[in-house]
DNA sequence: ATCAGCATGTAAGGCGTTACATGATTCA
DNA sequence: TGAATCATGTAACGCCTTACATGCTGAT
């Protein structure tokens, strides 16, 4: 059984932009990409441990003062795993809609607790809209980077299907009333 | 920390429908409810031996001739874990596209396997759409009775974002072009 | 002085997938 | 006769989350 662990590559594709620590690589997987992908430390420190044994980044002690602090670059056979990992076609995309589970067998507690799950559903939803909202904005006049173009891409995939989860809950409490 | 285990929420649902064994439980997970949740009989199996033990579950020994056969019955207790769950208005719908995964890193490997990339995301998408019409279409006519009205709108809610996904490869496509 | 943020990491435990193991029945 | 489907389960392994443990720095 091959390898499997996406976070390397989350990791290598960061990595490929700029050279960061542990945190800054949590700190950047809860920004745009959090809304595709989750990553915590329990699962990156580990990761960067032995993405280093197998020579896919190599680390600097970038300390300051009394303050451990650890720099990873990567390397030109990470970037070649990076790049294969790209030109593999195959994707898994899984989804786990805890919501529409809920919905599914919502004949047994009633219309009105459908009613308030896809509310709540949707007030989380228009929260999460504002911020790629912005991140959009924020990429618009700098698509010109091919980079940023990258970016803004993933952005509005989550725009456009979160505007269609809006639509959808209005349509479904208007059938469920 | 509380039991997480969804599996068992999806086998309850699926049991205050209908009794059923875990081999049927596999085959309807396999059908409407794969668009959102997924069980593997690695999942199933032990889930419906710990239901039992905790007395969410009840079983009979219904084999025919040789062939072992153990059917489930939710319990009362059963029933009202289920309805507390539903009624819990926290829910976690978790997301994890590859698809934007790669996408996001596009730049290490270029527009062309972005592009490749987007082309068989469309085309997996395009596949499951036919199903989740037919499951909708089928549902249509009997919207009358409350359990399939529940049925209908996970439907839709996967049609309308496949949609939307669909929209999103277009227009990624062409700014990518 | 205290709190938020920076920074690294480990340990326990839960959950899930995959592969394996076994055997019956039905249908072509 | 052989393949597909019905049917139950276990074992190994991998991955991730959560909680814990520790300590520095900068701002209020």
Redesign the pocket.
């Known amino acids: 059984?091959a390898?499997?662990?996406?976070?390397d590559m989350v990791i290598l594709g960061l990595l490929s932009h700029e050279d960061l620590?542990?945190?800054?690589i949590?700190?950047r997987i809860d920004g745009a990409i959090s809304f595709f992908w989750?990553?915590?430390?329990?699962?990156i420190?580990?990761?960067?441990?032995d993405m280093e044994d197998q020579g896919l980044i190599v680390k600097s002690d970038t300390s300051?003062?009394?303050?451990?602090?650890?720099?990873y670059r990567i390397t030109d056979q990470g970037r070649e795993a990076l790049s294969g990992w790209l030109k593999d076609e195959q994707a898994s995309n899984e989804l786990r809609y805890e919501t529409l589970l809920k919905l599914f067998f919502g004949g047994v507690a009633g219309k009105e607790v459908a009613l308030k799950n896809i509310e709540v559903f949707e007030e989380n939803i228009k929260k999460d809209m504002a911020m790629l909202k912005g991140f959009a904005k924020a990429l618009e006049s700098r698509l010109g980077e091919e980079d940023h173009l990258y970016f803004y891409l993933t952005a509005t995939f989550g725009i456009e299907t979160y505007e269609a989860y809006l639509r959808w809950c209005m349509g479904a409490k208007k059938m469920l009333k």
């Open positions: 059984m390898r499997e662990r996406k976070i620590t542990g945190y800054d949590k700190k989750k990553g915590s430390f329990g699962n420190y580990p990761a960067l441990k300051v003062g009394g303050r451990e602090r650890i720099t």
